[in-house]
DNA sequence: GTGAAAGCGCTAACAC
DNA sequence: GTGTTAGCGCTTTCAC
């Protein structure tokens, strides 16, 4: 087996011409740098013939680009990131580049320490779900002319590339859904954590209640509550202490998980008794008994436009536009919010 | 904002010192190479102070190594997958590795085109979970001594590190476990795919049965019915014609949610009234009405294994050993295989 | 039309 | 103890 690694000088030797003139080739410029024909079709025929591959490393040393861009989410094994991972990932291989993912945890020094890391590897561009302590790095980023889109979540104050879903409608449509199947005393479940993606969920939530003359009842769960088992504690005790509630609407898939976890161990009647409601379409609700009413955030498109974005700004002659994409959601209807009587 | 980046050639010139004698400091070989304390711990105080980091593609061309390590799945987005790639990714992180994982679909012409891609980037190694036309080119891997573990499925005519569980004893104590439970006709759903893991379970599942005195079912669904539509028909089909059997035993996780799905759609009864098991357990399986018994793969331990094996091979001194290792499952017992009375 | 050579940033053998 | 230098494989300017 030649498992020989060839190198643009032995493409040279092999073939009594300059490396410069088998780069040339290489890359296309043969016309443009006016290598004769039967010169050019020598060393394309050579290589063919013994597969060469050029070192992409040696490749990235030189031209500063490797190819290579970073997508870091809050956690990798949540199915809404590994979906969407998975959609990015055949966009970028399409397109030649490879997705280096990472999880920061929602947590600041784990996403400072991600970005530098991968920034001494001169990654390409970052995709980047942020934490919220991270604003300062962005700014950085920003103003440093890194290639650079954000997703789910932004800081106000800085201007860059980002691709979000309309949260504020998309939980206001979902709440008034609720409200129009007559539901009247709904309980709104979050994290404590003051993203633009959090907050806009509960300001849409709270304008239609507000708007129908309805209560809020609000639960948000520190973001220290680390271990699943605080967050399971504060869910019961909330859910305990407001059994007047008759629907509850989890603000992200995981709550709305440990809310049926909690629900199932402790009071196994409210499951269908109460509406549900939950932002983000995972199998889970398709398929639970009864059928979940979730939130559908466009996962092609998202991705879509992530990766178009990203690859705008990794073109050479990129004019420095900055946009914003709001996409809209798709409240999936299912038995879990059926129309109430009473 | 100092964006610039340092080179060592600029610390050099700053501190009237040469790059080799930089180098060495940087690589803690001071002492080594008998660096004069004064010396070092100048070079010392003033990469601090420029905070330098060294370019790593540099780096990388120069050693050989890239610090990359390549895992490729099935599917990044089938939740046993993507909690895996969640805790090597961990692991490897804090040993000063990067992780790239990559998709393959379990398609052959997709898993030798990554793994050429990758072999050109020079990763330093490979977690793979292949597909099953690509023996010939993880022989190759091998005999060029490249770091290669294989998950899940191994080639028995290879001799190369593993880790995989015991599917056969696993499957067999699944099946075992609805027989003693009083199950009597328990169908088996898997793929046509001739893969190790897949072999082993039907095998199980058949030793189980056959000894049993009890008669097999099974359905093996076609590798090439790629669109979910074909898969559902042919569960469909398959649950319309077997309408004898009280238990089903599903090979995958995606299997099962397939299979529950083509129930709730077609046959709601058979959900409550037949035993349901299957391999692999997600967070479905824990909520569901009624909860599913699975066979729980130890993902912890599968990730530490891996990494630890792959780790070794690292090593510069690394003895080529050839492990295998083979973990045990868990019967995971739940509401959907209760005892049977009839 | 083609080649020589510089240089990307780093490591390490060798020289002094 | 420290410096000089070759070279990893590639791209590209400049020279002829």
Same mark, same amino acid.
């Given at each position: ?235 019961? &005790?909330?859910? %305990?202490?407001? +059994?007047?509630? /008759?629907?509850?609407? #989890? ?5 709305? *998980? $440990? ?12 499951? &269908?008794?109460? %509406?549900?409601? +939950?932002?983000? /379409?995972?199998?889970? #609700? ?5 059928? *979940? $009413? ?49």
């Amino acid at each position: 087996m030649k498992k020989q690694h060839y190198s643009i000088k032995d493409i040279a030797k092999a073939n009594g011409v300059s490396v410069t003139t088998v780069s040339f080739v290489i890359n296309g410029k043969a016309k443009e740098k006016k290598i004769s024909k039967a010169v050019t079709e020598k060393i394309l025929k050579y290589i063919t013939k013994i597969k060469y591959k050029p070192n992409q490393i040696a490749q990235s040393l030189r031209t500063g680009k490797t190819n290579i861009i970073v997508f870091m989410v809050e956690d990798i094994a949540n199915p809404f990131f590994a979906n969407l991972a998975r959609i990015i990932e055949d966009i970028a291989y399409e397109k030649g580049y490879r997705v280096l993912f990472c999880s920061n945890d929602n947590n600041d020094d784990k996403s400072l320490e991600l970005i530098n890391l991968f920034k001494d590897r001169a990654v390409d561009g970052f995709i980047i779900i942020p934490s919220s302590g991270i604003e300062k790095k962005i700014g950085e980023l920003i103003s440093e002319g890194v290639p650079l889109v954000l997703f789910d979540r932004y800081f106000p104050n800085l201007e860059n590339n980002k691709v979000i879903v309309d949260n504020k409608k998309a939980s206001y449509t979902a709440t008034q859904h609720l409200i129009s199947n007559n539901y009247k005393n709904i309980g709104f479940i979050s994290t404590d954590v003051d993203q633009t993606q959090m907050l806009d969920r509960l300001e849409g939530y709270k304008n239609a209640v507000l708007e129908a003359g309805l209560t809020d009842s609000i639960l948000r769960i520190p973001l220290r509550c680390i271990g699943i088992g605080d967050k399971k504690k504060q869910l019961e &005790t909330f859910l %305990g202490e407001n +059994a007047q509630l /008759d629907a509850i609407y #989890f603000a992200t898939n995981y709550l709305a *998980i $440990t809310g049926l976890i909690v629900m199932k161990e402790n009071f196994p009647s409210y499951i &269908t008794e109460k %509406g549900i409601i +939950a932002f983000d /379409d995972i199998d889970l #609700f398709k398929l639970y008994s009864p059928t *979940i $009413t979730a939130v559908q955030q466009p996962l092609e498109q998202i991705a879509t436009k992530l990766m178009d974005t990203m690859l705008n700004l990794l073109k050479e002659d990129s004019e420095n536009l900055v946009s914003t994409v709001v996409l809209e959601t798709e409240l999936i209807e299912r038995e879990s919010t059926q129309k109430r009587f009473k």
